[in-house]
């Protein structure tokens, strides 16, 4: 948990404002600290980075990384010729959710070969944070699972509310 909280404190607003939710980020996080026993905060960085360059956000981390129009566009490029993945929604003309992003990325990820994964780890997550974008798809049936488990427990929690409910209006 405290690895988690670190992490909120670096990159939970930018996951919010992105909409992901804190299930997501929370999901994100520990997978990523459980497959790498590295910080909560260097982890965050790392998928802020990520999440920067796919969802074309422009901005300087906080410890002074530049997302520029470069990367964005680098990111996206990658994700196309690599994977085939677009960043933008066809239907809807909407940018992707990150968390919708990862998932495609992940369905490809053991069809890639190393060269692929590396131009994918470089247009993404840039050389520093490469770790970040390997432990996320190498274990991603891991966050696949916290999302469950978190939705599970989230419709046991409706359904003792509902219980409750009943029992007092009885």
């Not at 969802?55 to 964005?72: F, M, S, Y």
């Amino acid at each position: 948990i405290g690895k988690i909280a670190e992490a909120y404190t670096v990159a939970g607003s930018a996951f919010a404002n992105a909409g992901e939710s804190e299930k997501t980020f929370a999901a994100l996080i520990g997978t990523t600290t459980a497959a790498t026993q590295r910080s909560g905060s260097e982890m965050a960085r790392g998928l802020q980075t990520i999440l920067f360059r796919v969802r074309q956000v422009k901005g300087e981390l906080d410890d002074g990384e530049i997302i520029d129009a470069e990367a964005i566009s680098n990111a996206a490029k990658a994700l196309k010729e690599v994977a085939n993945i677009d960043v933008i929604d066809k239907q809807t003309k909407d940018l992707k959710s990150f968390s919708q992003i990862m998932t495609e990325l992940a369905e490809k990820w053991d069809t890639l070969d190393g060269k692929q994964k590396a131009y994918l780890q470089n247009a993404l997550a840039g050389n520093r944070r490469g770790n970040v974008l390997f432990s996320l798809m190498d274990n991603f049936d891991v966050y696949m699972k916290q999302m469950e488990q978190f939705e599970n427990a989230q419709g046991t929690s409706r359904s003792e509310e509902r219980r409750v409910g009943k029992e007092c209006r009885s």
